[in-house]
């Protein structure tokens, strides 16, 4: 049986943190330079993306209750300002 895993991305509004790094990580590309460590940190390889929406991982807790087994997210963790839940499976 293959494997699964479960990946779940909150989309959330940016806040002033993400658009100034952003716009630091947009004029270094677009400058050919090297993206500072802080910048390059907070956005990780991938980079802010084409969109204007934050990418936060939201962790996913198994549970087994009365012969079923499944995933739960602690809505109450989920940042404020959470648009969008992304679910990607991965086989």
Same mark, same amino acid.
């Given at each position: 049986? !293959?494997? %699964?895993?479960?990946?779940v991305? !909150?989309?959330?509004?940016?806040?002033?943190?993400?658009?100034?790094?952003?716009k %630091?990580? =947009?004029?270094? $590309? #677009? !400058?050919?330079?090297? %993206?500072?460590? @802080?910048?390059?940190?907070?956005?990780?390889? =991938?980079?802010?993306?084409?969109?204007?929406?934050? !990418? @936060?991982?939201?962790?996913? $807790?198994?549970?087994? @209750?009365?012969?079923?087994?499944?995933?739960?997210?602690?809505?109450? @963790?989920?940042? #404020?300002?959470? =648009?969008?839940?992304?679910?990607?499976v991965?086989?």
């Open positions: 049986m !293959a494997s %699964v895993n479960l990946q991305t !909150a989309l959330c509004k940016p806040d002033d943190q993400f658009q100034s790094m952003k %630091v990580w =947009e004029a270094c $590309t #677009e !400058a050919l330079l090297d %993206v500072p460590d @802080e910048v390059y940190e907070y956005f990780g390889e =991938e980079g802010p993306g084409d969109d204007d929406m934050m !990418a @936060e991982d939201v962790e996913l $807790t198994e549970f087994s @209750e009365n012969m079923v087994d499944g995933w739960q997210i602690n809505l109450s @963790e989920l940042p #404020e300002n959470a =648009e969008i839940l992304q679910i990607r991965h086989y």
